[in-house]
């Protein structure tokens, strides 16, 4: 129980700094399956990639600006809002890879629908998802990519939520 103990009363800078690590490391991983395995990610993966990349300049923030509660728990709240963001899209992009619809289409690519359409119309393309979103083409621990985002976001919606609960003896 000492680990659990030492891990619950981190200060807020080193635990930020930490979810700041975590998450550019998942970003680093996920560029190495792109260009040294060469896994080409869909707009749905591209999207969670933006949210990790939020999550973890906003840690990045925290731990170099060592706020007091009130700035912690700002911090805390604006990661949880990127951490669920990118839950919702890899919950989504996990469902349709479970339940693929019988025709998938092929869409387009992420940059084109952006430099192509108005964001209004981007958007809901990008969510429906393309037929390369179903495709699961890595696995790990019987784990998809997409699973695996799911439960990373979930893990860092509970760190957000952890941030904003803790008590103050604990920051």
Not at 65 to 76: E, F, L
Not at 98 to 106: F, H, N, R
């Amino acid at each position: 129980m000492p680990l659990l103990h030492t891990l619950l009363h981190l200060p807020a800078r080193i635990a930020y700094l930490a979810l700041s690590i975590t998450a550019l490391g998942l970003l680093g991983f996920g560029l190495y399956l792109q260009h040294g395995v060469g896994l080409e990610p869909c707009p749905m993966c591209i999207m969670q990639r933006y949210a990790f990349l939020v999550v973890a300049l906003l840690a990045l923030l925290g731990g170099v600006h060592g706020p007091k509660r009130r700035g912690s728990r700002i911090y805390a709240a604006l990661i949880g809002v990127a951490a669920l963001t990118g839950a919702s899209i890899a919950a989504r992009q996990s469902w349709m890879q479970l339940y693929p619809p019988a025709i998938p289409e092929c869409g387009p690519g992420l940059e084109f629908m952006l430099g192509s359409f108005p964001l209004a119309e981007a958007l809901p393309m990008i969510f429906r998802g393309a037929g390369d979103c179903v495709a699961v083409d890595w696995t790990f621990l019987g784990l998809s990519i997409a699973n695996w985002s799911l439960l990373t976001f979930t893990a860092t919606i509970a760190f957000a939520l952890w941030m904003l609960l803790r008590p103050e003896n604990m920051r």
